[in-house]
């Protein structure tokens, strides 16, 4: 729920960004082509209207924390490969300034995706260590990791990276959700396809999966610090 973020919002604000929090649906009212699709439609809008609340649709920041990023991932990597998504095509988004992508899980193959935020809160756990085609039953799709969709493209096939400037991936020591191998095995294939491309991988220590984003809710001057370091580089 988008209310819960709403400190990131103003800390944007009052950083002289203009901050979009869009909602996406949540199992098991929605599956994974439904999530993708409302992060798609929801960055289509941007893009056509930031311009109307003082943004700039040429310096567009992308950001996704947990479930978000792994949205974010999928999204972008299925339509810039112009993949089906809920029985239409998906057509490459416009360029981004930056994609950053906090704590995401990026190959289910390494990852439990319980309590990830792509449930609702009332609904009862998946059980732990869920793999990749557990997940694909569950969400009635075959596409659900960046990391296999970029790993399926040629070598050196990517000449534009993704439409994204810059690519920056977040992770933290103390995660015991995300294996850090899930980032580390997704900035290898990007590089693998676009050797020439701008990614920085950021580790920070002594911090668990939400640290960032519960931080900034309860006003922690520390992880406030880290969000907008990330947003500014």
Not at 40 to 67: C, M
Not at 120 to 129: A, K
Not at 176 to 204: G, H, M, T, W
């Amino acid at each position: 729920n988008k209310v819960k973020f709403t400190n990131i919002g103003s800390l944007l604000e009052e950083n002289d960004y203009v901050a979009v929090l869009p909602n996406y649906g949540l199992f098991p009212f929605a599956v994974f082509e439904d999530m993708i699709y409302d992060v798609y439609t929801a960055i289509q809008w941007t893009f056509e209207n930031i311009q109307k609340y003082g943004g700039d649709p040429k310096r567009v920041t992308l950001v996704g924390h947990s479930a978000g990023a792994h949205l974010v991932a999928l999204t972008l990597f299925k339509s810039y490969n112009y993949m089906e998504n809920n029985g239409e095509i998906l057509n490459p988004l416009p360029t981004f300034e930056k994609v950053i992508l906090l704590a995401g899980p990026y190959d289910f193959d390494d990852v439990e995706v319980a309590k990830m935020g792509y449930q609702e809160e009332n609904v009862e756990d998946f059980n732990n260590g869920l793999l990749e085609k557990t997940v694909q039953i569950l969400f009635r799709t075959k596409v659900v990791s960046p990391y296999d969709i970029v790993r399926s493209m040629p070598d050196n096939s990517v000449n534009d990276s993704f439409n994204v400037n810059r690519f920056i991936l977040y992770y933290t020591s103390n995660d015991d959700l995300v294996p850090k191998n899930s980032a580390v095995k997704l900035i290898d294939q990007i590089k693998r396809v676009c050797p020439n491309i701008s990614i920085e991988y950021v580790f920070k220590e002594n911090y668990t999966h939400n640290d960032i984003v519960k931080g900034i809710r309860y006003g922690n001057e520390v992880q406030k610090d880290i969000y907008m370091s990330l947003v500014r580089l």
